[in-house]
């Protein structure tokens, strides 16, 4: 397969009086032509910037990148511009224009592409189509961004949040999308925060924090880094009904736990044989004279990579973002 992205040793230095902040600081990646790559990483990791490098939006310090082997160096430009569809986080359009003159007017920017009217059924806006754009909900403008980024058919997609605010049945409209973009062999790049979504689209995710990779691999290959198929969740109490707190490490030593960690006032660990290990996690709790207050078993999922690599889940990224906003 030949290369859609390719990055080499990129950085990104932002100056201040402060002094210097490296927000991209020598990432290597390469995005295949005809998958569906995700881009995660919690807020101040680099993400944004190097996908806004890669959209032509910033100029890399230095580096090289190459976009469907052209390179933003004032020569290719345009032709990257007409191969490529951008939906950003929040965009933002003329309220005073309709659905149907809004994407005209962005098909009109290309030299091929897509009728207006198809994608608009794509996204389900047709009975929004001669509705003004300041009438339009949150999640039908966050629809209309992804209509004016398909309407040029685009060799490459860069989806930023793509169903942020939308609903479910809008949700998985996004997602037929995406997946009929890699039945055609064309390339989606998707940053979200939603670890179930990038789960189940991309064929490989990419995990970034301090301006680096740090994580690469297919949603199945990155959750068998962690060494088990399950998490145990649970919270403890005295009998007295009173919380308790032990040290997570307490229980690394337990038959087929391979990890532990705090929880918020629980515990999570992974394991590879729930039925070894419960039974095991039971005695002991009633050794220390203790008792469950929570216990939930689950499948190892894409969020439990992100908080091992991170520390941090992503959910409490967005929560954050939403917080200072």
Known sequence: ????????????????????????????????TGECFGLLGPNGAGKTTTVEILEGLLT??????????????GRDDDEIRQRIGISLQETRFNEKLSVRETVKMFRSFYRQGREPRDVIGMVNLEEKEKAW???????????????????????????DEPTTGLDPQSRREVWDII????????TTLITTHYMDEAQRLCDRVAVIDHG?????????????????????????????GESADLPAESFGGLAEVSSTRRE??????????????????INM???????????????????????????????????ADVARA
Not at 1 to 7: D, G, K
Not at 264 to 281: F, I, M, Q
Request: hydrophobic share 40%; glycine share 10%; with cysteine.
């Open 212 to 240: 680096k990779v740090i994580a690469l691999g297919s949603p199945d290959e990155l959750i068998q880094q962690i060494g088990g198929e399950h998490i145990v969740e649970f919270d403890l109490v005295h009998r007295n």
């Open 179 to 186: 997946r009929e973009q890699r039945t055609r062999s064309r």
């Open 264 to 281: 918020g006032d629980g515990y999570s660990l992974t394991v590879n044989k729930p039925h070894v290990a419960l039974p095991a996690l």
């Open 1 to 32: 397969m030949s290369q859609a992205v390719l990055c080499r040793d990129l950085r990104k230095r932002y100056e201040s009086k402060a002094g210097a902040v490296d927000a991209v600081n020598g990432l290597n990646l390469e995005i295949e």
């Open 60 to 73: 890399a310090t230095s580096g090289r990148v190459e976009v469907l082997g052209l390179q933003w160096n």
């Open 133 to 159: 754009v300041g009438k339009l909900s949150g999640g039908q403008a966050q629809r209309l961004a992804v209509a004016c980024a398909l309407v040029g058919d685009p060799e490459l997609l860069f989806l």
């Open 285 to 319: 709790i009633q050794g220390e004279q203790l008792e469950l207050a929570r216990l939930m078993t689950r499948h190892v999922s894409l969020e439990d990579v992100f908080v091992t690599l991170t520390g941090r889940r992503l959910a409490d990224e967005e929560t």
